[in-house]
């Protein structure tokens, strides 16, 4: 299932699209996109995600206007991926202390200490993909502070997944495709209409 929420001009979260696929193609994210903006979704200026492949290239044809935001966590776990399990712990603290920074500037210094550290440690591919991943995982910077611990990550529709799978998976088979579709449906709509969609998600006052 591809599932997108919003955050709407009062502050509060919305569930905006929900449809069955698997993406690994722009022209996938495309559709996908396309359909929520034929649905009446404008004025988006932020796009919270993993970075998946063709992603950000499919943004950028149906939402131009808009900025990327590659979820923070995620950039750590591709970056640790790549290194040992030894290296893993005093690496992460090292990520970490990128986005720990009080402006986008300190940060994007940080991310060039860390990626000379990298390379004096011999691990090359770790270094390339912070030098050249790094900045779309800052975009956040550019927003409200008050906003950051909200937007700098996808984990707020990572626990709505959660929620579905678990409400899905207690079925033994389905009948055919259409009846987990609205299985999925009909939780998204639950959980819409609960306090999940009736409590301010940010405020927009800033």
């Known amino acids: 299932m591809l599932i997108a929420t919003a955050v709407n001009e009062e502050g509060y979260r919305e569930v905006i699209g929900a449809e069955d696929?698997?993406?690994?193609?722009?022209?996938?994210?495309?559709?996908?996109?396309?359909?929520l903006k034929m649905r009446g979704l404008d004025g988006v200026e932020l796009i919270i995600s993993d970075n998946?492949?063709?992603?950000m290239e499919a943004a950028g044809k149906v939402f131009p206007e808009a900025r990327f935001q590659q979820c923070v966590d995620?950039?750590?776990?591709?970056?640790?991926?790549?290194?040992?399990p030894s290296?893993?712990?005093?690496?992460?603290k090292m990520l970490k202390a990128i986005h720990a920074q009080d402006s986008k500037g300190a940060a994007l210094d940080e991310v060039r200490e860390v990626v000379a550290a990298l390379d004096n440690m011999k691990?090359?591919?770790?270094?390339?993909?912070?030098?050249?991943?790094?900045?779309?995982?800052?975009?956040?910077?550019?927003?409200?502070?008050?906003?950051?611990?909200r937007i700098r990550?996808?984990?707020?529709i990572g626990r709505l997944e959660r929620d579905i799978r678990e409400r899905t998976s207690t079925?033994?088979?389905?009948?055919?495709?259409?009846?987990?579709?609205?299985?999925?449906?009909?939780?998204?709509?639950?959980?819409a209409g609960s306090r999940w969609g009736q409590r301010r998600y940010v405020s927009m006052s800033h």
């Open 52 to 55: 998946y492949p063709g992603i």
């Open 153 to 156: 990550s996808s984990n707020a």
């Open 123 to 149: 691990l090359t591919k770790a270094a390339w993909l912070v030098e050249s991943g790094a900045d779309i995982s800052l975009t956040y910077y550019d927003f409200p502070g008050e906003h950051w611990p």
């Open 21 to 35: 696929g698997v993406c690994s193609l722009p022209s996938c994210w495309i559709g996908f996109f396309q359909m």
């Open 87 to 92: 290296k893993r712990k005093s690496v992460a």
């Open 171 to 191: 079925a033994d088979a389905f009948v055919a495709g259409e009846s987990s579709s609205m299985r999925v449906f009909t939780r998204l709509r639950r959980i």
């Open 74 to 84: 995620r950039f750590y776990q591709n970056v640790l991926s790549l290194l040992k």
